[in-house]
């Protein structure tokens, strides 16, 4: 069945997102009393909570382990520096779409991952998670999310009005709804007043760490295709995967009428607090109208992207040599601190699947459910994560933040914050052969084995 675009292309936001009777009459207070209807169950990001949290302790001179935020950890490179000076005097709003130059350099960038792209297709924002927040807006339908996944979408879909429906991952894959769930989902909802009319695919994933199979990819596909579905393929982590030769399939590639890609330069180059990103927008009528409203909405929240950060991600989507480099170092320094804290999680006895991608590890403590509720009253993930950030100053997300039940005793933990305290001690650690050997790394490394060491309630299993 074709994708027929954005179902409420017919009808206008404000009529779908009614303002308040009364609201600038009564006063503030009430006017968010009304406000919270919905709406009141979408707080502070939990990343950016627990980020916080552990800030605040740090500046009372207690010792931390931040394990929390998914910032890629690592200073942004000096050429990107300065092409954002040279980009300053940068200071027309531009095309709401983006320069240009930035559209071409986003098309370049995709067609070299066999994505031919026209300029055209790209509209860039301040980050993906507007973009991705402007795709919800735009969409007026339910969606599927693999649970797990991201802190952010569910919190985004329930802000755009749009009902965001958890469907479980593929079994030993992260990031992609099990297909015959989502079939199972798709036809539960089919005749409600919101019928699922989107799915999300995190490829590679955050929390997981993992990379769906081409086979997944394809399976979730098929769904969409059968049912007229909208695909979201978030690809922020894509140039993370620490094996270079695993298959990467984008749904952009067996659906490009119907898929939506995402990406930005927070990770792979460092630059989150730039809050630069770019869409690749479906091919088609209805990726062109989804197109119009996409660009409806951002005229109306953020006009354009920053216009110097839009240089400066024009060169960086460029890819030069010495940026294609540093992507290349980042990745390895990712995957053998990552790989490192799961194999301290494994020889610990907990279960985690192999990290592929970025800096995230999700695992499992249940193996030691039983000793935990009794050394430590632990019941739930949260309990879990409050226990780590009380008693031992490590900052962690509870599988709950990511759609998790909240009985699941599994945490995502986020290895990148553990490079160093300045920016000199991460650019060593970026160069070093074996960023393992660096005394800072190793003793963040050891102090995580210790911890584990001590909650299971044996103390041989620090190193
Ligand atoms: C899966 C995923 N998508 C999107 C984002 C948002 O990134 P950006 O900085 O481009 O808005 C993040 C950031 O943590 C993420 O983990």
Same mark, same amino acid.
């Given at each position: 069945m074709p994708w027929a675009g954005p179902a409420a292309m017919t009808e206008p936001i404000s009529s779908r997102t009614p303002h308040p009777p009364g609201a600038g009459i009564a006063g503030p207070l009430a006017v968010a009393g009304k406000l919270a209807t919905r709406r009141d169950n979408v707080p502070v990001s939990a990343t950016l909570a627990a980020n916080e949290a552990?800030?605040?302790?740090?500046?009372?001179?207690?010792?931390?382990?931040?394990?929390?935020?998914?910032?890629?950890?690592?200073?942004?490179?000096?050429?990107?520096?300065?092409?954002?000076?040279?980009?300053?005097?940068?200071?027309?709003?531009?095309? !709401?779409?983006?320069?240009?130059?930035?559209?071409?350099?986003?098309?370049?960038?995709?067609?070299?991952?066999?994505?031919?792209?026209?300029?055209?297709? !790209?509209?860039s924002g301040p980050g993906s998670k507007a973009l991705l927040f402007g795709?919800?807006?735009?969409?007026?339908?339910?969606?599927?999310?693999?649970?797990?996944?991201?802190?952010?979408?569910?919190?985004?879909?329930?802000?755009?009005?749009?009902?965001?429906?958890?469907?479980?991952?593929?079994?030993?894959?992260?990031?992609?709804?099990?297909? =015959?769930?989502l079939e199972a989902a798709v036809r539960s909802r089919r005749h409600g007043d919101r019928p699922i009319g989107a799915v999300l695919m995190t490829l590679p994933d955050n929390p997981t760490g993992r990379l769906a199979s081409p086979a997944a990819v394809r399976a979730v596909c098929e769904v969409a295709e059968r049912h007229g579905l909208l695909i979201i393929s978030d690809e922020i982590y894509r140039d993370l995967v620490h094996d270079p030769d695993l298959p990467f399939l984008s749904p952009a590639l067996v659906a490009p009428d119907r898929t939506i890609v995402t990406t930005s330069l927070s990770k792979n180059l460092a630059a989150g607090g730039w809050?630069?990103?770019?869409?690749?927008?479906? =091919?088609?009528?209805a990726g062109s109208a989804l197109r119009a409203r996409l660009l409806g909405i951002a005229s109306e929240i953020w006009s354009a992207a920053a216009g110097p950060m839009?240089?400066?991600?024009?060169?960086?989507?460029?890819?030069?040599?010495?940026?294609? =480099?540093? !992507?290349?170092?980042?990745?390895?320094?990712?995957?053998?601190?990552?790989?490192?804290?799961?194999?301290?999680?494994?020889?610990?006895?907990?279960? !985690?699947?192999?990290?592929?991608?970025?800096?995230?590890?999700?695992?499992?403590?249940?193996?030691?459910?039983?000793?935990?509720?009794?050394?430590?009253?632990?019941?739930?993930?949260?309990?879990?994560?409050?226990?780590?950030?009380?008693?031992?100053?490590?900052?962690?997300?509870?599988?709950?933040?990511?759609?998790?039940?909240?009985?699941?005793?599994?945490?995502?933990?986020?290895?990148?914050?553990?490079?160093?305290?300045?920016?000199?001690?991460?650019?060593?650690?970026?160069?070093?052969? =074996?960023?393992?050997?660096?005394?800072?790394?190793?003793?963040?490394?050891?102090?995580?084995?210790?911890?584990?060491?001590?909650?299971?309630g044996l103390d041989d299993l620090a190193a």
């Open positions: 552990l800030q605040r302790r740090r500046q009372r001179g207690e010792q931390v382990l931040p394990l929390a935020f998914g910032e890629a950890g690592l200073p942004v490179h000096p050429r990107l520096i300065a092409e954002l000076a040279a980009a300053a005097g940068r200071g027309s709003y531009g095309p !709401v779409a983006g320069s240009p130059r930035l559209r071409a350099a986003a098309a370049g960038y995709w067609s070299r991952r066999s994505l031919p792209t026209e300029p055209e297709a !790209v509209v795709t919800m807006l735009a969409l007026g339908t339910s969606i599927a999310l693999p649970r797990p996944s991201w802190v952010s979408y569910a919190a985004q879909a329930t802000l755009a009005d749009v009902t965001p429906q958890f469907v479980p991952a593929v079994a030993g894959e992260g990031g992609v709804c099990d297909p =015959d769930a809050r630069i990103g770019v869409a690749r927008m479906p =091919d088609g009528p839009q240089e400066a991600a024009a060169v960086a989507l460029d890819e030069p040599a010495d940026l294609a =480099d540093r !992507v290349r170092r980042s990745r390895a320094l990712h995957a053998a601190v990552c790989r490192e804290a799961a194999r301290r999680c494994t020889a610990a006895g907990l279960d !985690v699947a192999p990290p592929q991608a970025a800096f995230y590890l999700y695992p499992d403590f249940t193996p030691w459910r039983d000793k935990l509720l009794a050394r430590f009253g632990v019941r739930t993930g949260d309990d879990l994560a409050t226990l780590l950030l009380d008693q031992y100053g490590a900052g962690t997300l509870p599988g709950s933040a990511f759609g998790e039940s909240p009985s699941c005793l599994r945490l995502r933990l986020a290895t990148s914050m553990l490079y160093g305290d300045t920016d000199a001690e991460r650019e060593q650690a970026l160069a070093a052969a =074996d960023p393992l050997r660096l005394p800072w790394i190793a003793a963040a490394l050891d102090r995580f084995g210790a911890i584990l060491a001590d909650l299971s």
